[in-house]
């Protein structure tokens, strides 16, 4: 499964999210630094109302979303790449993650300790940052030189890995993060991506907002959305203590609530659909009587990895697939009037899977 690493210094929020995330109490929010000191890994799926609309049309039973994992990681400090902290298992645990979802404290509260004495999500995005950057430079230091003797020696493997983390080492050294590397061809992206650096990961921030301003932001997301811009990032506002309320409530009375707010969605579908679009992932359905299911793949994948998502066996005996593009769907109000209407189209090994794909897989077994 794709999984999303839930960071930031101690006191921004992150607790309070994660819970309200999994929905359950697993990590305990407190107003206290490393309060959250194992990694705790939730579930969570995601919201999709092409789903809903597909289980109508096939009078689907039972409806199954995908899901998206986040990981709540321990509290990082200013000198966690020198041990500090939960130092290195912190560093850690990033490295095993697709993407990191950074959330930064955007709400005044002298009741709640910030642990750097004022707050300034600008500044403490840029503590986080630096710690990641030193922790990459470090390993980069000793990794490149060793690579560049292996490929000296002619070793192919590492002469391609010594150029690309070459290239990434000299940002590092400038202050910037290995992220903005440029693979040039398959090869070395692909070295680039074996090396894990916690630099190279996509970044979501969740601005932490107090409940007034959860529908518009305030002064401090702004300026978050602006740095996140900059860079590429994506950047949501959140009110992770609402959110956390509205967790608790029984769905029915989550509209209502929202709308007194000011807010269209929870701000929980927000990071997990922006979480989706970090990872570069794309949803396909199956659609029948029993179920109407959804699917994540990698923008890119071909028909019989989507099988192999099902069942191995689908991807090792596929045959073909059969595919229905969603709004033809919809349209033709199902597979039959798709199928008189030729719009179930017959599609081999090469099929690049489209997002919002109805698919039916044939399989030898
Ligand atoms: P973590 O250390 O980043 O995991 O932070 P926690 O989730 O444990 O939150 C630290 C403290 O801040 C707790 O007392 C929370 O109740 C409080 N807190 C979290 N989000 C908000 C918020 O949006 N507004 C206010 N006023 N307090 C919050």
Redesign the pocket.
């Known amino acids: 499964g794709f999984r999303c690493g839930i960071v ?11 819970n309200a995330l999994t929905e359950t109490a697993a ?1 305990q ?5 490393f ?2 000191i194992e990694p705790n890994v939730g579930n969570v799926a995601v919201p999709d109302a092409r789903l809903n609309q597909l289980a109508e049309i096939a009078s689907s039973q039972k409806i199954v979303e995908t899901q998206l994992a986040f990981v ?1 990681i321990a ?1 990082l400090v200013r000198g966690a790449s020198k041990g500090e902290g939960l130092g290195n298992q912190f560093l850690g645990n990033i490295r095993e993650v697709d993407a990191i979802v950074h ?1 930064l404290r955007c ?1 005044e ?1 002298g009741d ?1 300790t910030h642990v750097e004495g004022k707050v300034d999500p600008i500044a403490d995005a840029e503590t986080v940052e630096t710690e990641l950057m030193l922790s990459d430079l470090e390993s980069l230091e000793k990794r490149v030189p060793n690579l560049g003797k292996k490929a000296a020696q002619g070793d192919k493997e590492a002469k391609v890995a010594a150029s690309v983390l070459g290239q990434a080492l000299d940002l590092l050294r400038e202050g910037k993060p290995a992220r903005l590397t440029k693979p040039k061809d398959e090869e070395e992206a692909r070295a680039f991506a074996q090396a894990q650096l916690l630099t190279s990961k996509p970044v979501l921030y969740v601005c ?4 007034g301003d959860a529908a518009n932001g305030n002064a401090l997301s702004a300026r978050v959305f602006e740095k996140a811009k900059a860079e590429g990032a994506e950047a949501v506002v959140v ?4 959110e956390a309320e509205i967790a608790t409530m029984p769905p029915e009375e989550r509209g209502e609530f929202l709308s007194e707010l000011g807010l269209e969605e929870t701000g929980l579908a927000r990071v997990i659909t922006a979480g989706y679009k970090l990872l570069h992932l794309l949803t396909f359905f199956t659609v029948g009587p029993k179920e109407a299911r959804a699917w994540t793949v990698h923008v890119g994948a071909k028909a019989p990895q989507a099988a192999g998502e099902i069942h191995t066996d689908f991807e090792r005996g596929f045959i073909r697939a059969e595919t229905i593009a969603f709004a033809d769907y919809v349209a033709l109000k199902g597979e039959a009037g798709a199928r008189e209407a030729g719009k179930l189209r017959q599609e081999g090994k090469e099929y690049v899977v489209q997002d919002g794909d109805v698919m039916l897989f044939r399989f030898n077994v």
Do not use: H
């Open positions: 930031g210094l101690p006191n921004v929020g992150k607790s309070t999210l994660f990590a929010a407190a107003n206290y630094p309060c959250t709540d509290g959330v709400f509260d709640v932490n907002v107090d409940e009110s992770a203590a609402i």
